[in-house]
């Protein structure tokens, strides 16, 4: 009786743990901007980059911000930031590998789901979050087609069926 009873407890504590590491893991925006956040917030944090117009949406892009990203784009919505992609640097991603920078993204947000769906072209791994869609995509042969995208889900577009 007393064994059932400390495998009950060890097993409620390690849930509890679980829970605990993944609240840790929590995301709402990117890198700390929180959805919603105005362009001024966003230029002040990452400053030098253009602002364009993309149907309905504003975005303000960088190129080249660091060694290691290409391309930095942020999409606001009526003003309000509601999506992030990160492009990285192809020299970049050959240096370190896919499996380390796979493998610190994985150290930040958990496991994550697979999606091979449009393999062996393109590989994704996908976080969701209470309030945040996190895809990191990768061509195995294109290193240049390697990004990481944060997305607002409240205000991700449906897709259209078939």
Do not use: C
């Not at 995301?27 to 309905?56: A, H």
């Not at 996908?126 to 042969?141: G, M, S």
Request: aromatic share 12%; proline share 4%.
């Amino acid at each position: 009786m007393y064994k059932s009873i400390i495998v009950i407890v060890v097993v409620a504590i390690s849930l509890v743990l679980n829970m605990l590491a993944f609240a840790e893991k929590t995301l709402s925006g990117y890198e700390n901007l929180g959805w919603n956040d105005g362009f001024s917030r966003v230029y002040n944090k990452f400053p030098g980059g253009q602002m364009m117009k993309f149907g309905g949406e504003a975005v303000y892009k960088q190129q080249k911000p660091t060694k290691s990203i290409a391309r930095r784009s942020f999409g606001f919505k009526d003003g309000k930031l509601h999506a992030v992609s990160v492009t990285y640097e192809k020299t970049y991603v050959k240096k370190i590998g896919i499996e380390r920078l796979l493998s610190e993204l994985k150290g930040k947000f958990g496991e994550g789901v697979m999606d091979r769906s449009l393999a062996p072209h393109m590989i994704k791994y996908i976080w969701d979050d209470i309030d945040t869609k996190i895809t990191f995509a990768y061509a195995p042969k294109r290193p240049d087609m390697t990004v990481i995208m944060y997305e607002e889900k409240s205000r991700i577009l449906p897709t259209h069926p078939g």
